[in-house]
């Protein structure tokens, strides 16, 4: 069964950074699209980054490109997340997620999840 999980979350101030990482058991990720999600309190969950197998190919939520890098260490089984000059509307629980099939930017493409890293931005 595979499992993803999430750390680097924390409480930074605006224009601050982030790294978040997100490690898996069960699967090895190098053949495997991930992406970064992240829901606001009273919030949808919203698609935030994505990079494909090899690493080559990413792509971003406007509200986050520019700011954010999402990347991957296959031979860590890793993927990550840099967030710089952090906005106050980026405070979010950021969940990681294998992708399955479909929307690359919709919610129900992607299975497993991760529980979650809470990021606060403070103005």
């Known amino acids: 069964q595979v499992q993803l999980v999430e750390s680097g979350g924390g409480l930074v101030q605006a224009g601050g950074s982030l790294r978040l990482s997100c490690t898996a058991s069960g699967r090895t990720l190098s053949m495997w699209r991930m992406g970064w999600f992240r829901q606001a309190p009273g919030k949808e969950r919203e698609f935030v980054a994505g990079?494909?197998?090899?690493?080559?190919?990413?792509y971003y939520a406007d509200s986050v490109k520019g700011r954010f890098t999402i990347s991957r260490d296959n031979a860590k089984n890793t993927l990550c997340l840099q967030m710089n000059n952090l906005k106050p509307e980026d405070t979010a629980v950021y969940y990681c997620?294998?992708?399955?099939?479909?929307?690359?930017?919709?919610?129900?493409?992607?299975?497993?999840w991760g529980q979650g890293t809470q990021v606060t931005v403070s103005s």
């Open positions: 997620a294998g992708y399955r099939g479909g929307d690359l930017v919709s919610r129900s493409a992607y299975d497993p």
């Open positions: 990079i494909n197998s090899s690493g080559r190919s990413t």
